[in-house]
């Protein structure tokens, strides 16, 4: 979209759908760990009322296997439930959000001897994720699970054009983005080795 508008002298509207070619990327069901394989999870964690998503994707094939939507649990739960997920598909790393009540969560987890990569979303970081998964479903490159509401949470989503000259990017009023946070979290993941993002405001 950057490339269109600043090198193609293209006219692209203010706001709009980020996310195109979904539902060719849409055709997968749920997959079991198979032996020999690495998975990467990226998580969204939420605060009460937002939805705490877990995404895993293969790391070789980059196609998505599992996915996890929950609110409304206790502390105790929601780590449990990742650390099963992490036990589950006997992963190596999994990235989580760490802003706010992301960190407790994180630190937790490393307590229980998990390997957790903390992932910062400032406007900068959210924008590069975002733009690499926008790539990714452009070019092809992404599969993932034919499950409603990640599709639907993937074709609301929008970008705004902002005064400095850069795009925000947010769910409508009224929606939800864990599921979209949650899978592009889980691509830098699976496309970085688990290394952090350092990118400042």
């Known amino acids: 979209m950057i490339f269109r508008q600043e090198y193609l002298a293209e006219f692209i509207d203010d706001a709009g759908g980020v996310f195109r070619r979904v539902q060719d ?3 997968l069901e749920p997959k079991e760990y198979e032996e020999g394989k690495q998975y990467i999870a990226g998580v969204d964690v939420a605060a009460s009322v937002d939805f705490t998503v877990v995404s895993v994707l293969d790391a070789e094939s980059k196609e998505m296997v599992y996915i996890d939507r929950f609110n409304r649990v206790d502390y105790p739960v929601l780590i ?3 650390e099963a997920i992490y036990h589950r598909y006997h992963m190596t790393s999994m990235v989580v959000e760490s802003n706010s ?3 407790p969560v994180i630190d937790e987890l490393v307590a229980r001897g998990l390997n957790i990569v903390p992932f910062t979303t400032t406007s900068a ?3 590069s994720i975002i733009q690499n998964l926008q ?3 452009e070019n092809g490159q992404i599969r993932i699970l034919n499950n409603p509401v990640l599709i639907g949470e993937l ?3 929008e970008s705004k054009r902002n ?3 850069g795009f925000s990017y ?3 009023d009224g929606m939800n983005d864990d599921c979209v946070m949650s899978l592009a979290i889980a691509w830098y993941g699976a496309n970085s080795g688990g290394t952090i993002l350092w990118l400042e405001e």
């Open 101 to 103: 009540i992301g960190r």
């Open 125 to 127: 970081t959210k924008q």
């Open 163 to 165: 005064a400095s000259g």
């Open 155 to 157: 074709l609301s989503f």
């Open 135 to 137: 790539a990714a479903f």
């Open 80 to 82: 449990d439930r990742l």
């Open 25 to 27: 990327a849409a055709v």
């Open 170 to 172: 947010s769910a409508p």
